[in-house]
């Protein structure tokens, strides 16, 4: 009886989940529909996940005709250097945060959570400015380091909950075979951290794929676009250029897909919310 | 350690990050403060001069179409719905997936799609789904439902129903993966007692598995309102810039309007001041109540 019981459970578990699986799934599926469809089909009222005479054409003519191979690799490029100072930066000023007391780390921490609430557009038009006057605007050192700023806080809040679950007596006992806190620091701490680092290059690079609303400000020469500002230019006009678009969607997704498939281990334990204590 | 060597460690591991935060983040903040108190505009865009705390009444009385009271209150609805729906699938998720069930690695992996695909991507298609006549949304509910077409894009609250819908299937798996690191820490022993104390799975979920997932909720949670309350991103490509007549805006994306298509820079960098101080007062209370309940466990 109790055998029977819980076998019920088990498959209500497992329908439950499918259930959510297809609606997390569905609208990818429905990009893949729209890249396959042929040009003249595009606007279609079947639900076919495969259509009727499924053509490769989009991809074809994203690669030929448009400048998509330049949109992305630009996008690479930043989002390259985004994740780099990302790392760099956040497991550096994370350990400190997490091993050391030093004047102003309650108000480092506490300013770092305030740059969260700052709402975008507040930052946007002083930043414009700013970079207009430094002469940045079209540049990517301007986008790189606005980018790099955006996920900063989070990143480093996230090192820094992580390193506080990481011993010190592990660095003690480094101290005490002769290294000296930096060494103890990459040689000990840093591969013990690894879970966090992932969490910190997968929003830092995110962060830099993804977004839209601050580069359409300051990259405004088309031949630097990155790869949302060429996917938004397909939707631009009166009549939407679905198949390239959901093409192009495709091929974005696609790294970013595979970098979380394979992190997703690590998701579930680097992310160290509950640290907050400062 | 010698006190000086470890000082400059401090600096040169923090400095970096703080330079960078500093250029871009808190230098544009003060100069942000500073145009909220002016009458920059597109007439005066290098002339400008403070004209005290005008903008800021402008803010509070002047009568936009949608008004500033109606926006904050959608705001909040937009905000509450969306952290709740986030928040209670993604729990309810990760507690589905904490059992031994088989196959549990690969429903985590799709589970976590939505949270993978960039978030102009979700909103174009998301819109596409919800066009009238070829949308499968409409078509499903037609077809399989039997139901009348709804007008999604076209109607104030179908849109905005649009846009939560969308803001919900892209945010629950921040939460459930978060809830499942939580779960994960909860040491079995806990609940192989409670067994011998024969207690119900509803009396093990109240007392043992919600007190002990809340310490890491509560920071995703207040950063998930942070996160929804500005997310511009949603609204203004879902909603194609507030369609219909800016009757979906939320506070960011009506602030969005306003400096990049009104060019109203004074008043834009003051309703943003006014965001910014909503939400720390929200932050700082709710995480304040939240700690003063931690303790009573």
């Known amino acids: 009886m109790n055998n029977l019981k819980k076998k019920i459970i088990r498959i209500i578990t497992h329908i439950v989940l499918l259930i959510f699986v297809i609606i997390a799934v569905y609208p990818v599926l429905q990009v893949i529909t729209i890249s396959l469809r042929p040009s003249d089909k595009l606007l279609s009222t079947s639900l076919e996940i495969i259509p009727e005479n499924a053509t490769l054409k989009s991809y074809v003519s994203l690669f030929t005709e448009q400048p998509f191979l330049l949109w992305l690799r630009n996008s690479a490029f930043v989002s390259f250097c985004v994740t780099i100072t990302g790392i760099l930066l956040a497991s550096m000023a994370g350990y400190a945060f997490s091993r050391f007391n030093f004047i102003g780390k309650k108000i480092g921490l506490l300013s770092l959570l305030v740059t969260q609430m700052f709402p975008a557009t507040m930052l946007l038009l002083p930043l414009y400015l700013m970079l207009i006057y430094l002469g940045l605007i079209n540049t990517y050192l301007g986008i790189i380091i606005t980018y790099s700023a955006t996920a900063l806080p989070f990143c480093v809040w996230t090192m820094k909950g992580y390193y506080d679950t990481i011993p010190t007596s592990l660095e003690e006992a480094a101290r005490i075979d002769g290294c000296n806190q930096f060494q103890a620091f990459y040689r000990v701490v840093i591969p013990l951290a690894a879970p966090a680092l992932v969490i910190t290059g997968l929003f830092s690079f995110m962060t830099a794929w993804a977004e839209y609303i601050v580069a359409a400000q300051i990259l405004q020469d088309s031949s630097l676009w990155t790869l949302p500002l060429g996917l938004k230019s397909f939707e631009a006009n009166m009549s939407t250029e679905w198949g390239l678009y959901g093409a192009a969607s495709i091929i974005v997704m696609i790294p970013v897909v595979i970098i979380f498939l394979l992190s997703s281990r690590w998701l579930v334990s680097g992310l160290t919310l509950g640290s907050v204590k400062g | 350690m010698n006190r000086f060597y470890k000082n400059i460690l401090i600096f040169t591991f923090t400095a970096p990050a703080f330079l960078i935060l500093i250029g871009v983040v808190f230098y544009p903040f003060i100069y942000n403060l ?76 799709l589970l976590i799609l939505p949270w993978a695909i960039p978030q102009y991507i979700v909103a174009l298609t998301w819109r596409g789904m919800f066009n009238y006549e070829y949308g499968s949304i409409n078509l499903i509910i037609t077809k399989y439902l039997n139901l009348p077409a709804i007008e999604w894009l076209k109607n104030p609250t179908e849109a905005f129903l649009a846009c939560i819908l969308t803001n919900v299937w892209l945010g629950f798996p921040f939460m459930m993966i978060v809830a499942l690191g939580a779960l994960q820490s909860i040491p079995d022993e806990l609940y192989e007692a409670a067994n011998i104390d024969g207690a119900s799975w509803y009396q093990k979920l109240k007392n043992i598995t919600l007190p002990l997932i809340r310490p890491v909720m509560i920071p995703a949670i207040t950063l998930g309102v942070v996160w929804t309350f500005n997310n511009l991103n949603i609204i203004w490509l879902v909603s194609n810039g507030g369609e219909p007549s800016d009757s979906t805006h939320i506070l960011v994306s009506f602030v969005y309007k306003a400096a990049f298509n009104l060019y109203r820079y004074g008043y834009a960098a003051a309703l943003s001041m006014v965001i910014f101080v909503i939400l720390l007062f929200f932050s700082l209370i709710f995480m304040k109540k939240s700690r003063a309940t931690e303790a009573a466990y």
Do not use: C
């Open chain 2, 34 to 109: 500073v145009i909220s108190f002016s009458n920059m505009n597109l007439r005066h865009i290098t002339d400008w001069k403070l004209i005290g705390f005008q903008q800021y009444i402008k803010v509070f009385t002047e009568p936009t179409q949608p008004g500033f009271y109606g926006i904050f209150i959608k705001t909040i609805i937009w905000t509450f719905v969306n952290v709740f729906f986030h928040v209670v699938i993604g729990v309810f998720l990760a507690l589905l997936l904490n059992q031994k069930i088989a196959g549990k690695s690969v429903y985590r992996t």
